[in-house]
């Protein structure tokens, strides 16, 4: 499976950036995807994550309400709406991608996904 993402940048607090990931190599179906991000000096961290099907979706605490993740399984793309961004969500952003049985979980792990695309920066100023 590869992972590309795109739509990183630079943007002001409170201001809005959508990122994309193209999916490829495998059935996009069988997969449920998500995205991570890493500031400078810290650990990879969980942000959102969503079902095969799209009906359900996992956010971490620090996005609730501000980011929405999406899937479009016509076009074996993810997205990531981020709205009302804030300093602290500078960081690299990765998508990432996991199959699973019967159950989606919560899937808040670095070792939860085995692809994972390569990193796209986003730089919120205040």
């Known amino acids: 499976v590869q992972l590309q993402a795109s739509g990183g940048g630079a943007v002001q607090a409170g201001g809005a950036l959508r990122l994309s990931c193209a999916v490829s190599g495998r059935t996009f179906t069988n997969y449920a995807v998500g995205w991570f991000r890493q500031a400078p000096g810290q650990e990879r961290e969980f942000v959102a994550a969503?079902?095969?099907?799209?009906?359900?979706?996992n956010y971490a605490d620090s996005v609730k309400g501000r980011f929405t993740i999406g899937r479009d399984n016509a076009k074996n793309t993810v997205t990531l709406q981020m709205d009302s961004l804030k300093p602290e969500d500078t960081a690299v952003y990765y998508c990432?991608?996991?199959?699973?049985?019967?159950?989606?979980?919560?899937?808040?792990?670095?070792?939860?996904?085995?692809?994972w695309g390569q990193g796209t920066q986003v730089t919120v100023s205040s």
């Open positions: 969503i079902s095969r099907s799209g009906t359900v979706t």
């Open positions: 990432v991608a996991r199959e699973y049985g019967a159950y989606f979980l919560a899937f808040m792990r670095t070792q939860d996904y085995a692809y």
